[in-house]
């Protein structure tokens, strides 16, 4: 290691070289696009080598190497890759981006600069119901001819806003001020530049099925379309061990067992001592979250759950 | 050090405890208030002092400690100490609030829970100027009469917003997708916890002249009511090194000086080798933003440069 | 929400209040212990029903609550309490710790002050030999006799590194350099504040069998000795939902299926694709990680793969 | 803003990318290379421009720009650029580097690898006193003749320890027991990653001259033939700015403009009721450090205070 000068160079990746400033379009009126990136699953390995003082770099090595650090949690060869987006929003799913906080940002101002003149806009058949099962979620639609209606008064409400927000700027108001009323429906922009690391953190929460469908969109497409393309190992492995992994608690791992030995006795006593199987005043099995969320595990193994409260 | 038991207890500071959970009022319908805390000046003393290995604490030499901390930058013992609040505050204050990363947050959803049912509105007298020589800030009012229509504009905007919310609401419209048009003048609470090196970095940014007025409110009483009575020591200290200093540059330190021995020659010389002193078509000046700033700053000293391009 | 003051106060663990100060014993001549701390288990469930608007608390459905948002990984209210722990432990174990970088330091310094005289020396029956089968473990001891020799030396060797310090030091050498031989088993003492999120975190991957014995000793001496006490139904929740849970990629959940649906076939066939089952010259299976680690979950089911290449 | 496709191509600085991969060494056997970057200052124009909504990048307001930017504190701009350094470094002064957390670090381990094979020696004219008046600094060196007998001395040392870690090894030792008793002088190596805005905040605490010698030399690498290639405009403007300003308190401004205008009797009275001139038993000046390094201030301004106590 003691030679002084090694020639090296960046690391390019031709796949991502090839959509550099390519606008992904995302709702309405929103993009995602790359800016720049440093790294790749080169530079994640070269990272995780320099813990072992050598540097073979055969490609199957190189996959089982990216696989374990992504199955033991080793996150810090992760860290070393780095990505600039520009992403285009409206200012409600930003408010959920920005909570991520291991992240670089550069938002437009709409205090010094207009603001952006575009706004959310939702078509017939997407107005959304709210979920009655999950207090925060949203499960199908609202009818075509309803649909019409609400996306007629949100064009006329988009319109009035913008009309005012126009008019105080040109009475001279303050551009800080004037936006007050503005709807969070509002697109804004930004430079957002994150690790490899912190973005698949991002990714896990956001393409979720609970995330809220606007930034599912958007998490989806830097997963499917941009990720994908920059570390495809690690994206593959990340796909595998984080997106589709299933997890069981210790308690949950000793009823599995009973249960796949055919021991219902056995299994239902440790989720009765466990508290799962409360009875209520009619005598049915009260309401609990992890018992059901256990069963929805194991129903994906084809087994079923033979309760006696 | 070896003694296996030295009974402490936790730092209380009575003049803190004396406000917890008051509501101190910020803009129309906004407040502060403290939920918990952690250290004081004596925590900022007693972590310094680890590096020293011994522990004197003389009031009098805790106070030229803590004063050496801060003038030097030494920021490592200011972050002992934690502080917890709940605020109460626009949307659109909160945007801005935010993007200072080290801290932790828990805000109040509206995905799970109805938005809340205020809007910050503005009276006939505050409605604010767009300022003529900064890009990104106000200057004076408009006067009452304007003022009193645009209110009354604002007030009728607010109100139908409020109703298209709650029309969608009880139409069985998901929660999360109502609420995008509403203002982000629309009132959200947060509980946000933050250590006091970085409070006080939010304080110097936030009590800014520069700073958007309805978060300069939120940051000066933070510093005003409860920061000053939190760690009295460390506010005044913060108030004179950091709060009420002036930076010279190398560059003009060396102006400086010699416009103090009177030497103009040299000062212009100085100054014009830097780029300060440029001349326009008409043989004017050119603006000089660094040399504008430096004019400011030595006004203050009694000063007056007198440039010849 | 709009009354202007309601009294509040500190949140207060008699079980921890118990043990401020109170060194516990690591190692030969290193502590831990509790200099202070903000929040519990209550302030856990405060701040998440900050996002509904609402205080119901009973100590039930506190439990409830706090087992969801461990289970789903939500972070944020497990933020909200921050403890600030006193650390005495070698240097090289130090070295590991201070790798967490969501944390608040102030260590004892060897610049201003002198060395902490005190090395980490090992016990005869504490020597370690290399793990054959992990390449940074270990596993198992040297014998008794060769442990003295060992321990003699060590012994020796402390002794004189400690009079070199010492002499540098008396002859007026500059404290920074005297201490640049001092061996990597010198104590170092530290404040360390955290939130207790970031601190789960750490203890997940520090009190896990592949961490080294000695920072192992500390973090399992955090976990139960004060983390228990202080928040006794999150330690539960984190036991049962992090410490103790098995995690299965989408591939595993695959084949576990097939193997509980006895379908040997099937799972034979989804391994082989996988690249589990390749075969080296001798026609004898190749080590695959992904498939040992496979294994060893299932066999804590009762279940054992019969695989065909 | 709303085509689809924009070509852009990752930035590329020639300066840097002709010294990439180059070890300048530092002290006796470590050394500084670049692995890879992000950026540079076109890429914190653009990001500034974001916020303004338009791309001029004429290269004399791209100066202007930077300055200001610098100046006035807006550091997200110089966060969209990134660097990753190879470091090798002694154990001792990465003790001090790696206290910066806002990097991405990989360090070479010892539990997996043998330890690297190399002790920072210190020459025969290298060996520092400690400073008289700094009570962590040091100050002039040791004669050649006590320089030489230190220097063999340390060889000697380095040479046995060397060798007791190599016995343990070869007994079978885990090799993270067997380092237990290196000392902090010997070498490690890490990659480095970190983001412009930090890597500034680094090099102003590191090139202090208050910072220790060792790690000066580092921060003075960098600064001077890495960043300097890398950013110019930054690099200029974070010279004038930060490392070479002078910042002074309210108080001392008021001080200072009493001793401009040579009113002798105001600056002696301020200073007074600021507690900068008590006086102690034998009626001489009592030391006060913060009177002290306002002196030093004024000094560079030709100025000299005339107290009275």
Not at 48 to 71: E, F, M
Not at 213 to 229: D, H, M, N, P, W
Request: hydrophobic share 40%; glycine share 6%.
């Amino acid at each position: 290691m003691h030679e002084q000068f090694e020639n090296i160079e960046s690391i390019k990746i031709p796949a991502l070289d090839a959509i550099l400033g390519k606008k992904f379009p995302v709702l309405n009126d929103g993009f995602i696009r790359v800016i720049d990136y440093m790294g790749g699953d080169e530079a994640v390995v070269q990272a995780a080598r320099v813990s072992y003082g050598k540097g073979t770099k055969q490609v199957h090595q190189d996959r089982g190497l990216i696989r374990y650090l992504l199955r033991h949690k080793h996150s810090t060869p992760f860290e070393m890759c780095e990505i600039k987006l520009h992403i285009r929003i409206p200012m409600d799913a930003w408010r959920q981006w920005i909570r991520h906080r291991t992240a670089n940002v550069n938002e437009y101002s709409t205090r010094y600069s207009l603001a952006i003149d575009s706004a959310q806009n939702t078509k017939y058949d997407e107005w959304r119901l709210q979920s009655s099962d999950n207090k925060q979620g949203s499960s199908g639609f609202f009818d075509s001819h309803l649909g019409q209606v609400l996306s007629e008064e949100e064009a006329n409400l988009h319109k009035n806003l913008k009309e005012i927000y126009l008019k105080r700027v040109e009475m001279g108001m303050a551009r800080e001020q004037a936006r007050k009323d503005l709807p969070l429906s509002t697109y804004t922009e930004a430079y957002w530049k994150i690790d490899l690391h912190n973005l698949l953190h991002f990714l896990k929460l956001r393409m979720d099925l609970h995330a809220q469908f606007e930034i599912r969109q958007y998490a989806t497409l830097i997963g499917q379309e941009i990720v994908s393309k920059w570390v495809p190992i690690t994206w593959e492995a990340f796909t595998d061990f984080s997106l589709n992994s299933t997890d069981f608690s210790g308690l949950e791992m000793q009823i599995l067992k009973k249960i796949i030995e055919k021991d219902e006795i056995s299994a239902n006593e440790i989720a009765k001592n466990s508290g799962w199987l409360e009875i209520d005043k009619n005598g049915e099995l009260k309401l609990s979250l992890e018992r059901m969320e256990f069963e929805q595990k194991i129903i994906t193994l084809g087994l079923i759950p033979n309760w006696k409260a």
